[in-house]
T-cell receptor, first 115, second 111 residues
Framework: ETGVTQTPRHLVMGMTNKKSLKCEQHLGHNAMYWYKQSAKKPLELMFVYNFKEQTENNSVPSRFSPECPNSSHLFLHLHTLQPEDSALYLC??????????????FGPGTRLTVT | EDQVTQSPEALRLQEGESSSLNCSYTVSGLRGLFWYRQDPGKGPEFLFTLYSAGEEKEKERLKATLTKKESFLHITAPKPEDSATYLCAVQDQDSNYQLIWGAGTKLIIKP
């Protein structure tokens, strides 16, 4: 595997379900991100981790719970979601946060549908 | 307030017809401007980073330029495989990770 991988690619869940999204990066990066992408809207940053430590929680509802066990893996735990949470969830990674500017590399995304 | 606006929202061109996409931005100080390409059902693919006004970068049929208020992505003699949504994002000097994203320009190249 190369780059950033995400599983599953598609997920349909009811509002009472609990599910998890998984992201793995093979780029040797130390920063990882979760984004939400809704149709015709800019990407929304949800969470940022730097060396496994959470740096940002962008006012995300508690029904989304991130977990970063190491610099290569990132999870997004989902529970009691709402239909408006249906979107493409993207994982990204980059060199560590700091004074230098680094591009982010994205996975293919998980298309989530909440019924 | 930091803001990024991309125009047009959609652009249809004939194969070989050159054009430009625009990304206008408002930030207190620019740390970097990024261009990405996104194909349907896929994540954004990194294209370029620009850091200061006057800078230019090229990759195949794409050329990105930067001024103090906007960036252009010039597409020369495009091919159908250049069809995608092109995203622009900026990083303010006061943040070491937060990107402000535009809504994208959907480019369609007809053979």
């Amino acid at each position: 595997e190369t780059g950033v991988t995400q599983t599953p690619r598609h997920l349909v869940m009811g509002m009472t379900n609990k599910k998890s999204l998984k992201c793995e990066q093979h780029l040797g990066h130390n920063a990882m991100y979760w984004y939400k992408q809704s149709a015709k809207k800019p990407l929304e940053l949800m969470f940022v981790y730097n060396f496994k430590e959470q740096t940002e929680n962008n006012s995300v509802p508690s029904r989304f719970s991130p977990e970063c066990p190491n610099s290569s893996h990132l999870f997004l735990h989902l529970h009691t979601l709402q239909p408006e949470d249906s979107a493409l969830y993207l994982c990204a990674s980059s060199q560590p946060l700091g004074p230098l500017t680094y591009e982010q590399y994205f996975g293919p995304g998980t298309r989530l549908t909440v019924t | 307030e930091d803001q990024v606006t991309q125009s047009p929202e959609a652009l249809r061109l004939q194969e070989g017809e050159s054009s430009s996409l625009n990304c206008s931005y408002t930030v207190s100080g620019l740390r970097g401007l990024f261009w990405y390409r996104q194909d349907p059902g896929k994540g954004p693919e990194f294209l370029f980073t620009l850091y200061s006004a006057g800078e230019e970068k090229e990759k195949e049929r794409l050329k990105a330029t930067l001024t103090k208020k906007e960036s252009f992505l010039h597409i020369t003699a495009p091919k159908p495989e250049d069809s995608a949504t092109y995203l622009c994002a900026v990083q303010d000097q006061d943040s070491n990770y937060q990107l402000i994203w535009g809504a994208g320009t959907k480019l369609i190249i007809k053979p």
